[in-house]
């Protein structure tokens, strides 16, 4: 799997927006970006994922820049409940791999 | 849908005994994972199966280490002769499997088995 770069951290204010930066400049054509969080003393939650288009669900916003060499999680309205680690992974469309490369992730702290 | 189980939650052992974790996935899915996390670390990957074949093994997942899914639904991981080392949060994942697309495939994580090797 191509190599993804993240802020080791970052912190926001309650009930504002939160842009969360990854880049990977090395990405190929066929990795999808998928964004999982890990909540204090629990397993990662996958958040969401795209190819090429932005990407909107319940939860949060994926803009791709559109040489897909970088991508921004958007947290529309950050809760004391978003502080978590935030891991940016690069995922091959085809293939047999199944497992999830993981790296350090930034950890995001929402202040009240 | 009861989302992934683990079992125990915790458990504190000592070094040189052999432990045993469970986890139930999710019914429907057929991928199974397991990840070991260490603190300040993302998770990594040890091994994952499609029903009840092995097909993938970590150059992590030592010799001391085994792990099944007998029936292609709960698996154990089985770690012998435990070292301080292997103290950790041990990871379980299932997903749907997406018929040779990984890229869209999710993974659903169990709360984790918190291993203390004394």
């Known amino acids: 799997d191509a190599k993804t770069t993240q802020p080791n951290s970052m912190e926001s204010n309650e009930e504002e927006p939160v842009h969360l930066p990854c880049n990977h400049s090395?990405?190929?054509?066929?990795?999808?970006i998928h964004w999982y969080r890990q909540l204090p003393s629990q397993g990662p939650e996958y958040v969401i994922h795209g190819l090429t288009s932005n990407v909107n669900n319940r939860m949060a916003s994926l803009a791709i820049a559109e040489d897909r060499k970088s991508s921004t999680l958007i947290l529309h309205r950050a809760t004391l409940r978003d502080a978590a680690v935030y891991y940016c992974i690069l995922r091959l469309y085809g293939g047999s791999q199944g497992n999830l490369i993981f790296g350090k992730g930034t950890k995001l702290s929402v202040k009240p | 849908d009861t989302g992934v189980s683990q079992d125990p939650r915790h458990k504190i052992t000592k070094r040189g005994q052999n432990v045993t974790f469970r986890c139930d996935p999710i019914?429907?899915?057929?991928?199974l994972y397991w990840y070991r996390q260490t603190l300040g670390q993302g998770p990594e990957f040890l091994t994952y199966?499609?029903?009840?074949?092995?097909?993938?093994k970590s150059r992590l997942l030592s010799d001391r280490f085994s792990a099944e899914r007998p029936k292609g639904s709960f698996s154990t991981l089985e770690i012998q002769r435990t070292e301080q080392g292997d103290s950790a949060m041990y990871l379980c994942?299932?997903?749907?499997?997406?018929?040779?697309?990984?890229?869209?495939?999710?993974?659903?994580f169990g709360p984790g088995t918190r291993l203390t090797v004394l």
């Open positions: 199966f499609q029903n009840e074949a092995q097909l993938e």
């Open positions: 090395t990405i190929s054509g066929t990795d999808y």
């Open positions: 019914s429907e899915h057929n991928r």
């Open positions: 994942a299932s997903s749907r499997g997406t018929s040779g697309r990984p890229g869209e495939d999710t993974q659903y």
